[in-house]
């Protein structure tokens, strides 16, 4: 079985920025795309920021020029750089993942329990 721990969240002023992290741990021979979403209050999740086994990358139109993706394959993390955050980045970030335990195995889709990222005006 395959966990994903997200770490990085808190509190920040409008302008400031956080890096978000997230490890994935278990039985694991590849992991395929990771990505962030958000939710915020009263809203629908939705994709931040996506990035292949090839670091091809996916944004939000909210978040370009402003979030970056990144992911290190060796530590089977993927991290999201935040700049210039504003209030309505406010909510809860959860890591996504689609990961295969062995040769052969359909991919299964992985989510981690959410961390909270809240932006001060």
């Known amino acids: 079985q395959v966990q994903l721990v997200e770490s990085g969240g808190g509190l920040v002023q409008a302008g400031g920025s956080l890096r978000l992290s997230c490890a994935a741990s278990?039985?694991?021979?590849?992991?395929?795309?990771m990505g962030w979403y958000r939710q915020a209050p009263g809203k629908q999740r939705e994709l931040v920021a996506a990035?292949?086994?090839?670091?091809?990358?996916n944004y939000a139109d909210s978040v370009k020029g402003r979030f970056t993706v990144s992911r290190d394959n060796a530590k089977n993390t993927v991290y999201l750089q935040m700049s210039s955050l504003k209030p309505e980045d406010t909510g809860i970030y959860y890591c996504?993942?689609?990961?295969?335990?062995?040769?052969?195995?359909?991919?299964?889709?992985?989510w981690g329990q959410g961390t909270l990222v809240t932006v001060s005006s």
């Open positions: 278990g039985i694991i021979l590849r992991i395929y795309n």
């Open positions: 990035i292949t086994s090839g670091d091809g990358t």
């Open positions: 996504n993942a689609q990961t295969q335990a062995t040769r052969g195995a359909r991919y299964l889709e992985v």
